[in-house]
């Protein structure tokens, strides 16, 4: 059972304008979230984090949403820029609750920022 | 500046081989993992370790055996390989202050 799941396999968007990328999940004890970047024939990157007791978080051009209610986060690019084209990964653990150190991702979502 | 090193980059093996990743982190972090990425399956974790001398099983652990050798390497193994496990396998770690994992760049692993 997938409990983070991006149902956008794929978002193009042009150059300048948002791009936002969706994740839902189904675990209301994941209390952390984060956003990873992928280069293909890379390793996954860090983006930026979240955490549950927090509804925003902005770095740059790159903003997270969290709404608890829905369980549902959103990553927002703007303006976007080609350099962002990747394949992006909403992650969620349940590491301040329970102390754990899994994380889960979820499917991915390929981001093609085009002029 | 190394962070997570994986070796090999690639494998080809046949059906019923045995094998071991190797994975290594100098950045003195406590936890370590392997994922194998699956196209349409994201990211899935097969084992992780917390510190040195514990392991825990993650969402996908049939097939495969780990050990923590040592804080810095995280080997993962295949005793006899399957088709199925033709993936790209991903070690990361992570110290136990910060919440990000830190990936190595893959190994991309064929099972014929």
């Known amino acids: 059972d997938q409990q983070v799941k991006q149902n956008s396999p794929s978002l193009s968007v042009q150059e300048g304008r948002i791009s936002i990328l969706n994740c839902d999940y189904t675990n209301s004890m994941f209390d952390y979230f984060l956003w990873y970047k992928k280069y293909p024939a890379e390793g996954p990157t860090f983006l930026i984090s979240?955490?549950?007791?927090?509804d925003k978080n902005e770095d740059g051009r790159f903003t997270v949403f969290l709404n608890k209610s829905a369980k549902h986060l959103s990553l927002h690019i703007v303006p976007s820029q080609p350099g962002d084209s990747a394949v992006y990964f909403c992650?969620?653990?349940?590491?301040?609750?329970?102390?754990?150190?899994?994380?889960?991702f979820g499917t991915g979502t390929r981001l093609q920022v085009f002029p | 500046n190394a962070g997570v090193t994986q070796t090999p980059k690639f494998q080809v093996l046949k059906t019923g081989q045995s094998m071991t990743l190797q994975c290594a982190q100098d950045?003195?972090?406590?936890?370590m993992y392997w994922y194998r990425q699956d196209p349409g399956m994201g990211l899935r974790l097969i084992y992780y370790?917390?510190?040195?001398?514990?392991?825990d099983k993650g969402e996908v652990p049939n097939g495969y055996n780990v050990s923590r050798l040592n804080k810095r390497e995280f080997s993962l193994r295949l005793e006899s390989a399957a088709p199925s496990q033709t993936s790209v396998y991903f070690c990361a770690s992570r110290d136990g202050t910060g919440v990000g994992l830190f990936f190595g760049s893959g190994t991309q692993l064929s099972v014929l």
């Open positions: 992650a969620a653990s349940a590491f301040t609750s329970y102390n754990t150190d899994k994380l889960i």
């Open positions: 370790s917390a510190s040195e001398g514990t392991t």
């Open positions: 979240i955490s549950s007791i927090k």
């Open positions: 950045m003195n972090h406590n936890s």
